[in-house]
């Protein structure tokens, strides 16, 4: 498929199932849906066992793709000229910071102003105070940087994202300039840093992992990084002529074939093996990314019946709404099960994680399987709003007003966050 100057039509894919696949993870620790495939269907074939709950029950690296991306469409302006020294410049710092506040901000802050009108209360903190420095620290995006805001807030726990993409993009001006001069050496200094990090603050004693620290900005520099380096290598791939790259679709699909099936291998290890989960995954983040970043530049020269699935018109719609899926699921699923939507009775004494644990009881199926579908139908109906009511008018209205002349080309495919 043809890719246009502003727009890499594959990476629609890639940030559409990264996030359902984050949702669905989360879908799952309030279900415990598993596997429903019928595998009487796979036995003719030699298949005695075939399941898919180990994706969901991974999902959580799928926010490390996320910010791979956010790194990679970031840079890419500057790969870009890095390739074609005639090609367009990048934004000056004030347009880079106004675009990036149009553009998630007026969501956000929807999301927030939601939450503190219907869902959060003062009441629901140990004082006052600790409801003002949660909330403050959520207008500020720095809610990851403190545990009572990051593992005691009473907003969405996904926003913590939030807090990380914002402070990379405070720091991204100076480091893409940095990065464009030096990239292997700036790099290798990112991925560096991230490792020294996660050593000396998210490892723990016994081979534990500190969830404050493991998702904050020092540890994902080497996510970043790879995103970065990735659009770097993308533009001096895609700068050979047409010929070129239809004679190396087969290669680069065997290459993407190879790379989905590391990332698989390395999602089974960290369900089947690792006894503390969050000790591997900071531990594998830096390859699973590296990885991730392999498939990606595989996938954008792999034949045509590849990228279509990773480009196509529903990709590319939830590519569109997808920040307002990350940003309003959690709320969506949090909130149908505190209305008891679908209906479910009152847990026994001592139970745990009810009405999910509820296993075996007749009831209990039905419940997972209707509670599922009024997830998916509810946040996207959410999301869908969000986008075209919000979203996007603000960001056009905010962007006119300090620039009359400006059309912003590509907002709907820019970085998730």
Known sequence: MQEGREHIAVLDGVRAY??????????????WLQNLFPSDLL??????????????????????????????????????QMADPLAPAPDGPGLYFKKRAARILPAYYLCLLVSLLFFVRPAQYASFGGYLQDLFAHLTCTHNLWPQSYLGTKFSGALWTLG???????????????????????????????????ALFAHQPAGGADPLHINQLPAMLGVYANGMLAA???????????????????????????SFAALVCMLQDGLNRAPVVQRWQVDFRFLFS?????????????????????????????????????????????????????PYPDAPANAFAWPQSANGEPWHLAWQI?????????????????????????????????FPRFREKGADRAPMA
């Not at 298949?47 to 994706?55: I, P």
């Not at 969901?56 to 910010?67: A, N």
């Not at 480091?175 to 991230?194: E, G, K, T, V, Y």
Request: with cysteine; charged share 10%.
């Open 18 to 31: 990264a996030v359902l696949i984050v949702m669905g993870f989360h879908l799952w620790q309030q279900s």
């Open 43 to 80: 036995r003719p074939l030699g298949v005695q066992h075939f399941s898919l709950t180990w994706l969901p029950r991974t999902g959580y690296m799928f926010v490390d793709v996320l910010l791979l991306l956010s790194g990679f469409c970031l840079f890419l302006p500057y790969a870009r």
């Open 164 to 198: 990380v993409e914002v402070q990379f993009y405070l720091l991204f001006p100076l480091l893409a300039r940095i990065f464009r001069r030096f990239p292997l050496q700036s790099w290798a200094a990112l991925c560096l840093a991230a490792e020294a990090y996660i």
């Open 232 to 258: 770097v290598i993308w533009c001096r791939l895609h700068r050979r002529p047409g010929a070129s790259r239809r004679q190396t679709a087969l290669a680069a699909t065997l290459v993407c074939a190879a």
């Open 290 to 342: 590296a990885a991730a970043c392999v498939f990606i530049l595989s996938l954008g020269l792999s034949c045509r019946a590849v990228q279509w699935i990773f480009s196509n018109r529903a990709t590319r719609f939830t590519a569109l709404i997808s920040y307002n899926l990350y940003l309003w699921h959690m709320t969506v699923l949090l909130q149908c099960k505190a209305w008891r939507l679908p």
């Open 370 to 402: 209707q509670y599922t579908a009024l997830f998916w139908t509810a946040s996207l109906a959410v999301a869908i709003l969000a986008t075209y009511l919000v979203e996007k008018p603000a960001a056009k209205r905010i962007l006119r007003l300090h």
